[in-house]
């Protein structure tokens, strides 16, 4: 059978690949282990309609397979949208924000580099699917980033092409709001004939809104808990040094949050020097984004250490996660580097920016190794972590949790079974 996954599998933020890779390996496995079925072709569909990374100008456009590639928009597109953004911002304070988002969705419809682009790269995917499968992570969001026409294009040419489309694992960003324009564009991409299955890694509630009254939602664990296995790289033994996740400087300032780039360098800099006092061994790393590496490259610089303290940007998530699994124990900020640890039953304290963290660490049962910044003070932090290193994971929790995931993809793995022997 043939199951086209989508995902964000070429991100710079490589810990997206983790979801991807991980729902992978679970379907495969459970399609096996229920049902005897081995011949399972898998579709990459990027949902940012990528690939492959081609060129280190993204300006650049290009032909791969028969379709037009840009990363980017065009000037002018780009231009626009500046301009629409403008608008949308002015809007929102004179309470006429659906207006400019109206406008917004029509230029999304009519540039080259978006819907139309979009839709033939869709359209070329799912032709020898049986089945769309959405894999996870936090796309129900429109305030920050804006996936909802990207996920309505999917539903629209599935439901066209009589396609089931499962939503595995998903999480929310904001809440869910009738009135906002944007809300509804993602309630029609999930409100469908054509959607079977919709679990949630988060926000149970929330999801079930946009789900409405089809059918009921869980909650499930994020498929990357599984990382280690669908990877095959388990933790490394005898580890000792602590892994320290960075991330961008204006991170937070796009939440509304006062804590810039020098805030962050001055925080990571006395975690390091926490680190030092206390006799740890320790060493940054990033995810993959351009951005975070360009932060450590100045923190290093302000501790005046080696620059060998700060590992190399990787390009693959499965250096990535080789980098992950030597450390004893994680203080990051990114979440999927926290969940790829969990997979190896490496702790982490993850330093909040947004609150997804928060949920992944609640649903987990660890709420307190996720901080928030009124408490990110270095001393507090390497506590926590400390805290952590010595706990590690209660056992049956730990276990339960994963069991979750497996669970998600039981729910529609007969569904799917059904498919493959008509």
Not at 37 to 50: E, G, R
């Amino acid at each position: 059978m043939n199951i086209a996954i989508c995902g964000f599998m070429l991100s710079d933020n490589l810990g997206d690949n983790f979801i991807y890779v991980s729902i992978s390996y679970l379907l495969r496995k459970e399609l096996k282990r229920k049902h005897n079925i081995s011949d399972v072709n898998i579709i990459s569909v990027d949902l940012f309609a990528k690939d492959r990374f081609l060129t280190s100008d993204h300006s650049n456009r290009k032909k791969v397979d028969g379709l037009s590639y840009s990363r980017d928009l065009t000037k002018i597109e780009d231009a626009s949208y500046c301009f629409h953004k403008v608008i949308i911002k002015a809007a929102n304070k004179l309470g006429f924000a659906n207006a400019a988002q109206k406008m917004q969705h029509n230029l999304w419809q009519k540039s080259y580099n978006c819907r139309p682009r979009h839709e033939k790269y869709f359209r070329e995917k799912f032709k020898n699917a049986d089945a769309v499968i959405i894999a996870g992570g936090g796309l129900f969001e429109y305030i920050y980033n804006e996936y909802q026409e990207m996920l309505c294009l999917i539903r629209e040419i599935a439901e066209e092409m009589g396609l089931p489309v499962i939503y595995n694992a998903v999480g929310c960003v904001g809440d869910y709001n009738p009135n906002d324009f944007r809300c509804a564009i993602m309630k029609k991409a999930v409100y469908a004939d054509c959607v079977k299955y919709v679990s949630a890694r988060d926000s149970v509630e929330t999801v079930q809104q946009y789900v409405g009254d089809k059918f009921k939602v869980k909650q499930v664990a994020d498929a990357a808990v599984w990382s280690s296995e669908a990877y095959g790289i388990p933790a490394m033994e005898n580890r000792t040094k602590i892994g320290i996740g960075l991330i961008r400087g204006n991170s937070l300032l796009g939440y509304n949050v006062a804590f810039d780039e020098e805030s962050w360098i001055k925080l990571f800099c006395n975690i390091a020097r926490e680190l030092e006092k206390r006799g740890y061994e320790y060493e940054f790393f990033c995810n993959g984004y351009k951005n975070d590496y360009a932060l450590g490259k100045k923190i290093v610089a302000r501790l005046g250490i080696d620059s060998s303290a700060l590992v190399d940007c990787p390009t693959q998530p499965d250096v990535l996660l080789r980098t992950i699994s030597q450390y004893r124990a994680l203080i990051t900020c990114r979440m999927h580097s926290a969940i790829a640890a969990y997979s190896m039953g490496i702790p982490t304290v993850i330093l909040s920016w947004n609150d997804k963290v928060d949920k992944f660490m609640r649903f987990i049962g660890y709420p307190k190794r996720a901080v928030r910044v009124e408490n990110f003070k270095a001393d507090y932090i390497v506590d926590l972590m400390e805290n952590a290193a010595q706990e590690g994971f209660e056992p049956e929790q730990y276990n339960r949790i994963r069991a979750s995931a497996v669970e998600s993809v039981d729910d529609y793995v007969d569904f799917l079974a059904q498919i493959a022997k008509k």
